[in-house]
């Protein structure tokens, strides 16, 4: 039947097997396709939106690198979390060496000021003591008289000195070694 003339057209075949339906089946058929476009243009939009976020993100974790392969992209990232990870281990080596210095230095400092002699008037005296975390370092005194001021230096180890202290000087040392806002 179909070569019968030689050339038959496709849509005489469609047509000739085409039912005619019904209005209301139109109709239903009409909805139901409206329903499907609009369904279809919802996914659509959601697809873009999360093609719009999974681009965001990515280029926050690569940059922007136009014509760079995954591999490249991934490459320069290890590169940088190396150089990232050599910079957070020297800056470890030099917090610890900083720490070891400081246990070192000048923590502690208790000053007492006093008046030695009764002829002389005010507290021009002092005793300062000078002291590390672990409580070595220096008590330096000074006694100052109407006709002249001595100073005296004395090494301090562990809080306590092998020179003889006066009063004062131990009162120094007392309240370096004082916790804070005692």
Do not use: Y
């Not at 320069?76 to 230095?105: G, M, P, T």
């Not at 109407?146 to 004062?168: C, M, N, P, W, Y």
């Amino acid at each position: 039947m179909l070569f019968r003339h030689g050339k038959t057209r496709i849509a005489d075949l469609v047509c000739s097997a085409a039912m005619p339906l019904e209005q209301t089946t139109l109709s239903m058929l009409a909805v139901g396709l409206a329903i499907a476009v609009v369904l279809l243009a919802l996914w659509v939009a959601w697809l873009q939106r999360s093609h719009a976020l999974l681009r965001r993100r990515l280029t926050r974790l690569v940059g922007e690198s136009e014509g760079a392969g995954l591999d490249e992209v991934l490459d320069r990232q290890f590169r940088r979390l190396d150089s990232v990870a050599e910079r957070v281990e020297a800056l470890n080596k030099l917090h610890h060496e900083l720490e070891s210095l400081s246990q070192h230095s000048i923590q502690k400092v208790g000053v007492i000021r006093f008046n030695p002699f009764a002829d002389t008037g005010g507290d021009q005296s002092f005793a300062m003591a000078l002291l590390d975390a672990e409580g070595n370092g220096v008590v330096v005194s000074s006694l100052h008289s109407r006709t002249d001021t001595r100073i005296f230096a004395k090494q301090v180890q562990g809080g306590r000195s092998r020179h003889a202290l006066s009063d004062e000087e131990q009162d120094a040392i007392r309240k370096a070694l004082a916790p804070s806002g005692a």
